[in-house]
């Protein structure tokens, strides 16, 4: 493939993002970006090629929605009508696969789904389709997509499916405003933690810094910050990770990584992975001003869950035992305030308060156990229930 075909295919006019004076590129240096660009696309840009890249995407806001456009067009061009890879097929293979690895081979690798040639097609199909494909076809055009960034603060947010995305610091995901086609596909630069929502029928997958992650539906960290190795830990579920014409299906606790470097997939095993301290930004993130930290910390009452029972010890005591759980997604809560509400054996009704403290985690939970003041052979009745929340975290 000639420089001029890597260059000259894909007019950066087109993309409407150029303003004349400042900031317009000449005609050469167009083309050594978009060289550039598709260098680091097939994985094949040098590190010092791959610094001036980083740096001119970094020099305007132009810059930048230039190169998200044009990986975009690369992306959606993979399953283009003039040139598909038999993606079906080979989701049917991954559900298979995965339906028959009743235990870990830790050393485990399949064949990559694309063909050989692949890079080379798909460099040389995004750049004859060019705009023309992003606007006549209007399968991914700017209006239908959705772009998710975070500058010092993390964000949490819903996809169209109603999976949940954690979105580290200095970090972006796009995706579409709607889930209706035969995959769901985001991409992603930085990192995020993903809670996908199940869809035998509708393979989630996510693009990123030249790996591929397939999942049918299951909770994972991935991690793919420019120039660094991709890392991709797996908390629930199994997932498929490919790069290079490699795949590792990765089961809970284990950790997949591709080195850039070397160009090589590695997969470290559940027995040697740290998932908690894998995945614990996920905790220690800061999310105000998100809508769903907002909530959460606001109404906490909504999402403090509490069971309880009770019996009378040896010496005519009442003893609560119970469990406080909490369905927030994002907030934690360092105390939990309780009342009790019982009868004495003549029915006189009684109160009494307790407060729980202890870091109630989101999705976590805390156990209590609790002795009345009061002394009864019998007690009639008892109700406990979550007054107040207080000490809300992120």
């Given at each position: ?184 596909v985001v991409y992603l630069e930085g990192q995020a933690f993903f809670d996908v929502k199940r869809n035998p029928e509708q393979p989630f997958i996510i ?108 010496i005519n005591q009442t003893v609560i035992e119970g469990s406080i759980s909490s369905s927030a997604k994002v907030c934690a809560y360092e105390t939990v ?58």
């Open positions: 493939m000639t420089a001029a075909l890597l260059g000259g295919k894909f007019n950066v006019s087109c993309l409407n993002y150029r303003k004349a004076g400042a900031g317009v590129l000449s005609k050469q240096m167009e083309k050594n970006f978009d060289l550039l660009i598709v260098r680091y696309l097939t994985d094949q840009i040098s590190e010092e090629e791959s610094t001036t890249l980083f740096s001119w995407r970094q020099e305007s806001l132009d810059n930048e929605a230039y190169y998200k456009e044009y990986a975009e067009v690369w992306e959606r061009s993979l399953s283009s009508s003039d040139y598909t890879p038999d993606t079906n097929a080979s989701w049917n293979k991954f559900q298979q696969k995965i339906q028959q690895e009743p235990q870990r081979k830790h050393s485990y690798l399949m064949p990559v789904f694309r063909s050989a040639g692949f890079y080379q097609i798909a460099a040389s199909l995004v750049l004859v389709l060019g705009m023309t494909y992003l606007f006549n076809k209007g399968a991914w055009s700017s209006e239908r997509n959705i772009v998710k960034s975070t500058a010092e603060n993390g964000d949490v947010f819903y996809l169209p499916d109603s999976s949940m995305v954690w979105l580290n610091k200095h970090s972006s995901l796009t995706y579409g405003a709607s889930f209706d086609g035969k995959e769901r693009h990123a810094s030249g790996t591929t992650t397939m999942v049918l539906g299951t909770s994972f960290d991935l991690k793919a910050y420019q120039q660094d190795d991709v890392e991709l830990t797996v908390v629930t579920g199994k997932v498929s990770f490919t790069a290079q014409q490699q795949t590792l299906l990765l089961l809970p606790n284990d950790k997949g990584i591709y080195h850039r470097d070397i160009k090589t997939l590695a997969l470290i095993p559940h027995d040697t992975a740290d998932q908690a301290e894998l995945v614990s930004w996920k905790e220690e993130q800061s999310y105000e001003g998100n809508s769903i930290y907002e909530t959460e910390s606001k109404y906490p009452l909504w999402y403090t869950h509490h069971t309880f029972q009770w019996h009378s010890n040896l305030q309780l009342k009790v509400i019982y009868l004495s054996p003549k029915d006189k009704v009684l109160d009494y308060q307790f407060t729980i403290k202890g870091h109630l985690t989101p999705g976590g939970h805390l156990i209590y156990k609790k002795r009345l003041p009061d002394w009864f052979k019998d007690t009639r009745e008892v109700r406990v229930v979550v007054e107040k929340v207080d000490g809300v975290k992120n």
